[in-house]
């Protein structure tokens, strides 16, 4: 059913003034600012907003909200704009603001597996930044996203199997409420039942309960091995009694995908691969070299249980970044 927005004309105006006035430069009204702020990848039109602002801290957001909520005009929040699904639309009009300059890594505990960020850090940022602390973050959607965007609409991507989605990986947040109150959600300990869990109430919210500003999130050590594989079936049945049973015998999968026989078609033909056109298995083992040597070895003899051909696994950082890149570029 379709939902017809109005717009407040009166109202847009009014804030828009308001606001340009606190923001000055930092506040755009040019048709390809605009623009590209009010399109995704997506199959809906260009819906953009009236006015785009680049909020600096939770304060600037704050203080956006507040006047956007006293006149009752629309508000979008914006990391990096790769939603598949139009989230960033401004059906009705209305002010976009645009985190991607609050991109700061606050704080790394290393010993304590977790890190404060602002929303507008992307997940490469963040690996790169930990590479070299033996940490990293295992989100992985495909696409290069913010860490509030994915919170904000509760990411998973390929490692879900083994570390979760993203209301696994954040213990803590700072949100901006739709009155312009900031609020702190959790704390870093482990351990604690107290209150209402407003941080799972959060995430996932798309936007609809509150702007993220500030996330606390969980990393886990870079595994000393990593090794991806690839195996046919004769039928979709078959490949998911094979991941049945590989989940049921605690085989530690970090990643374990599906495509049928269309899909592995498509990527032999956009991403250049060889693989046979049958349903297909991508996995990917961490753990200690001897460690996932075995969880290949296991995953291969249950793969042959259920009618599995062509099982093989490498090692090759090359060969895993192919693979795996050929799986993100499904949409294309």
């Not at 696994?168 to 107290?194: F, H, N, W, Y």
Request: overall charge negative; some cysteine; aromatic content about 6%.
């Amino acid at each position: 059913m379709d939902v017809e927005l109005t717009r407040n004309e009166a109202g847009i105006e009014t804030a828009i003034g308001i606001l340009k006035q606190q923001f000055g430069e930092r506040l755009q009204t040019g048709v390809s600012v605009r623009e590209q702020h009010g399109h995704t990848t997506t199959w809906l039109e260009n819906q953009p907003p009236d006015a785009v602002v680049f909020a600096h801290s939770s304060d600037d957001v704050s203080a956006i909200v507040k006047v956007c909520a006293t006149h009752k005009v629309p508000i979008i929040a914006f990391g990096t704009g790769t939603s598949l699904e139009g989230h960033v639309n401004a059906a009705a009009g209305g002010i976009c603001i645009d985190v991607s300059q609050m991109d700061k890594i606050v704080e790394v505990n290393s010993e304590d597996l977790d890190c404060v960020v602002q929303p507008g850090v992307t997940r490469k940022q963040l690996n790169e930044y930990l590479r070299d602390q033996g940490l990293f973050f295992p989100i992985d959607p495909g696409a290069n996203a913010s860490l509030g965007g994915m919170a904000a609409t509760r990411a998973s991507g390929t490692n879900a199997v083994r570390y979760g989605t993203m209301k696994d990986c954040i213990l803590s947040l700072e949100a901006v409420m739709p009155d312009g109150r900031v609020i702190r959600t959790g704390q870093r300990a482990r351990k604690s039942s107290a209150g209402y869990d407003l941080t799972r109430l959060l995430i996932g919210s798309e936007g609809t309960l509150g702007i993220i500003t500030e996330l606390t999130i969980r990393l886990h050590g870079i595994p000393e091995a990593m090794s991806s594989a690839t195996c046919s079936f004769p039928s979709v049945e078959a490949a998911c009694n094979a991941v049945i049973a590989t989940i049921q015998m605690g085989v530690p999968v970090a990643r374990i995908e599906l495509l049928d026989a269309r899909q592995v078609k498509a990527c032999n033909a956009y991403s250049k691969l060889d693989l046979p056109e049958t349903p297909l298995l991508l996995l990917e083992f961490h753990g200690s070299t001897a460690g996932v040597a075995e969880q290949a070895k296991t995953f291969g003899e249950i793969a042959q249980d259920a009618g599995g051909t062509g099982f093989a696994w490498t090692t090759s950082p090359e060969d895993r970044t192919k693979l795996w890149q050929a799986r993100h570029d499904v949409y294309w």
